[in-house]
């Protein structure tokens, strides 16, 4: 990507003043070539506003997790929650399609068996099985420590607007390595006349709202015996796992 300090010829007046003319929203996409959907976007915040970088989650801070489950796409997203400052850091994903729910269980299990998660009953299941069934099977036959979402609360535009909030207040903030997460973000749109687009990836954006209406009122912390006394004080380079941060 070139952005607009590549071209010798805009002077940093002219990129001030364009600056002051483009909607917020819309300035990544303008001056550094970012895909954005501009005014169809669900979520108008840009990137440099909640991207992070990584680091060890603390011991103390609760943790949760969101399952979107289907056949063609089977999403869970992890968040952990800074209480004192009411602060959600989404921190692993995991995104694969075509594969049994066993596959799915041992990949959740692998970031910390521990960690409670939340389920739309309904998300994309009638395609496998019924959503009952599903919960069933994650729950009862692979062991996953769910809770069945409140769909009262998870319905998309309630959803949206808390995950909104919590974007422009600086009160979720995102973990850079969640590239498939960071990629549905960009195109999540509206259609013309204002409802969700249907067909678009949006597994992990739907886990986005099921993780901040639900998960966070069954986050827990790290058990004490598994607590990492002693390493948290390390850096990130060095407490570093491919499966997750901090989930030894």
Same mark, same amino acid.
């Given at each position: 990507?070139?952005?607009?300090?590549?071209?010798?010829?805009?002077?940093?007046?002219?990129?001030?003043?364009?600056?002051?003319?483009?909607?917020?929203?819309?300035?990544?996409?303008?001056?550094?070539?970012?895909?954005?959907?501009?005014?169809?976007?669900?979520?108008?915040?840009?990137?440099?506003?909640?991207?992070?970088?990584?680091?060890?989650?603390?011991?103390?801070?609760?943790?949760?997790?969101?399952?979107?489950?289907?056949?063609?796409?089977?999403?869970?997203?992890?968040?952990?929650?800074?209480?004192?400052?009411?602060?959600?850091?989404?921190?692993?994903?995991?995104?694969?399609?075509?594969?049994?729910?066993?596959?799915?269980?041992?990949?959740?299990?692998?970031?910390?068996?521990?960690?409670?998660?939340?389920?739309?009953?309904? &998300?994309?299941?009638?395609?496998?099985?019924?959503?009952?069934?599903?919960?069933?099977?994650?729950?009862?036959?692979?062991?996953?420590?769910?809770?069945?979402?409140?769909?009262?609360?998870?319905?998309?535009?309630?959803?949206?607007?808390?995950?909104?909030?919590?974007?422009?207040?600086?009160?979720?903030?995102?973990?850079?390595?969640?590239?498939?997460?960071?990629?549905?973000?960009?195109?999540?749109?509206?259609?013309?006349?204002?409802?969700?687009?249907?067909?678009?990836?949006?597994?992990?954006?739907?886990?986005?709202?099921?993780?901040?209406?639900?998960?966070?009122?069954? &986050?827990?912390?790290?058990?004490?015996?598994?607590?990492?006394?002693?390493?948290?004080?390390?850096?990130?380079?060095?407490?570093?796992?491919?499966?997750?941060?901090?989930?030894?």
């Amino acid at each position: 990507m070139a952005g607009w300090h590549d071209c010798p010829h805009l002077t940093p007046e002219m990129i001030a003043e364009e600056k002051g003319r483009i909607p917020p929203h819309e300035f990544e996409a303008r001056s550094l070539g970012k895909p954005s959907l501009g005014s169809g976007a669900v979520y108008p915040v840009p990137e440099s506003e909640f991207v992070c970088d990584p680091f060890v989650i603390p011991d103390w801070m609760p943790q949760c997790y969101a399952l979107d489950v289907g056949w063609k796409r089977t999403a869970a997203l992890w968040g952990a929650w800074d209480r004192d400052n009411d602060v959600v850091y989404l921190y692993g994903e995991h995104y694969r399609g075509q594969a049994e729910p066993a596959i799915h269980a041992q990949a959740i299990k692998a970031r910390g068996a521990w960690i409670p998660g939340v389920i739309d009953p309904a &998300a994309r299941g009638r395609g496998q099985k019924d959503g009952s069934q599903l919960f069933n099977i994650y729950v009862n036959e692979l062991g996953l420590n769910l809770t069945i979402a409140d769909n009262t609360l998870t319905g998309p535009e309630s959803g949206i607007v808390a995950v909104w909030q919590r974007l422009s207040t600086g009160r979720l903030k995102v973990f850079r390595t969640l590239l498939n997460w960071i990629k549905e973000y960009r195109f999540y749109q509206r259609d013309e006349n204002g409802k969700i687009k249907d067909g678009q990836q949006d597994h992990l954006m739907d886990d986005t709202r099921y993780l901040v209406m639900s998960g966070l009122a069954v &986050a827990t912390i790290r058990p004490a015996h598994l607590w990492t006394t002693g390493k948290q004080q390390g850096t990130f380079e060095s407490e570093y796992r491919p499966f997750a941060y901090g989930q030894r």
